[in-house]
């Protein structure tokens, strides 16, 4: 696969969410990604991220949006109930509008507000055309120097300990081939016995040691999926700092606050 040029991406905004979130009830919204932040809703923050980066031609949003989201949106996509339905109902709509040759998605969730056109073009940029899947990670430390004080779920490998990004990149030609694999490992997450049987006991036994390193991770994920998955480094904190809890509401607060020129 050749990389496709610049502007050759589309995006799946993922903005549903469970209709009874309490964080979501609390301020007054039917979902999180309506929250707002900065006065607008956090949606639209990454919405205009995508616009601004150059970098994404069409955007399909998945979810309940507000009239100034609607602008910034080419396919809107009822709400399905659950992420990886989402994500299906999502790269669908894409596809049924035409997709480029090469062209690959975007996905990107709704709940990143402090994310910049810069960081999403560079890490599009920086995709591996080979991949059919990339995953965006964040180093613990780039973290902790960015947003002091956040509250984040990390894996230690040999090369660090890092935390997953709120955004991956996927050829949309082979959704239909690791989707299936994909649920059944979600399916798996609450069942250790079962988790562990996926993943393989060494692989496990490593990652519990601290001795496994990305491409290990990079390719047992990439025989569990059935496609190539490559892992993506990214020295950008806000594409791993999502907004599920007033402190992050209050932390995203801030920085736009600061952000904003006096």
């Known amino acids: 696969m050749t990389k496709p040029p610049a502007g050759q991406w589309s995006a799946v905004v993922l903005g549903g969410g469970d209709p009874g979130d309490p964080f979501a009830a609390a301020h007054g919204v039917p979902v999180k990604a309506l929250i707002p932040v900065g006065g607008v809703p956090m949606a639209l ?3 205009r991220a995508l616009r601004a980066s150059r970098r994404v031609a069409r955007v399909a949003y998945v979810g309940p949006t507000t009239p100034e989201m609607d602008g910034l949106i080419d396919e809107g996509v009822t709400d399905h109930g659950t992420l990886l339905s989402n994500l299906e109902a999502g790269v669908e709509a894409l596809a049924g509008a035409g997709l480029a040759p090469g062209e690959r998605v975007l996905v990107v969730t709704a709940d990143i507000p402090l994310v910049t056109p810069g960081q999403l073009a560079e890490v599009l940029d920086a995709a591996p055309p080979e ?10 430390g780039d973290c902790e120097r960015a947003f002091p004080g956040v509250k984040r779920t990390y894996a230690s490998l040999r090369e660090g300990t890092f935390t997953g990004g709120n955004v991956f990149l996927l050829d949309p030609r082979l959704i239909g081939q690791f989707l299936p694999r994909l649920r059944a490992v979600l399916a798996a997450r609450k069942a250790p016995l079962q988790l562990a049987a996926l993943i393989g006991p060494g692989i496990l036994l490593k990652l519990l040691t601290r001795r496994l390193t990305v491409r290990e ?17 990214t020295g950008h904190a806000a594409i791993g700092t999502d907004v599920d809890k007033d402190a992050d509401l209050r932390l995203a607060e801030a920085h736009l606050k600061a952000d904003v020129p006096t």
């Open 45 to 47: 923050h990454v919405l």
């Open 131 to 140: 991949a059919a899947l990339v995953y965006p990670v964040v180093r613990r």
């Open 217 to 233: 991770l990079e390719n047992r994920v990439s025989a569990l999926l059935g496609v190539p998955a490559r892992a993506l480094i």
